[in-house]
């Protein structure tokens, strides 16, 4: 009996099909490589979006917070407003409406379709459910405070922000 008896002529194939395997093998390494960073880069970016003024008595104080840059999604978990010296100070009869959309769309009216949050008095901090605010590119979140009695006072709202990377935020929770 021969060698190639033995083998039956299939030690090229057994070759062939262990390569095959080890190139298999290789290839979901790397993809599995690939997902975990896309998994890290959809993870968002934690922040605080602050922004402070002087509130004249009698008239509405608009503050820009601000807006997510191209390509980025933000959802709102928090929202608050208070005293910028205390949080213990009330602005007396004060309160806060929290607003999305376009600059050019506040003026001396601001649209109720773009009300999205409303303190009616201040200190006040909210916690918001997931999605419950969402600003995209171009849209600002803004806050509006009327009701002031009290001249001068320093006023400061503020947002805390998960900041997602709109492309991976949608190939991640599509998974």
């Keep these: 009996m021969t060698e190639q008896d033995v083998t039956g002529g299939g030690g090229l194939s057994l070759e062939v099909t262990l390569s095959g395997l080890r190139a298999e093998l290789a290839a979901q390494r790397e993809e599995r490589a690939h997902r975990v960073a896309r998994q890290a880069a959809a993870k968002p970016v934690y922040w ?27 959802v709102v978990r928090q929202i608050g407003a208070s005293d910028a010296g205390s949080v213990l100070t009330a602005v007396t009869a004060g309160k806060a409406d929290w607003y999305v959309g376009r600059p050019g769309q506040f003026g001396q009216s601001v649209s ?5 949050a409303h303190m009616e008095v201040i200190p006040q901090l909210q916690q918001l459910s997931n999605e419950q605010i969402t600003v995209i590119p171009n849209d600002h979140l803004f806050v509006v405070v009327t009701g002031a009695t009290t001249a001068n006072q320093n006023v400061v709202a503020f947002a805390r922000i ?4 709109m492309v991976t935020y949608k190939a991640v929770t599509t998974i």
């Design 112 to 116: 109720p379709v773009q009300w999205v």
């Design 162 to 165: 998960l900041d997602y990377d």
């Design 48 to 74: 605080t979006a602050a922004k402070s003024d002087f509130v004249v008595a009698a008239t509405a104080m608009v503050l820009d917070l601000g807006t997510p840059t191209t390509g980025r999604r933000w």
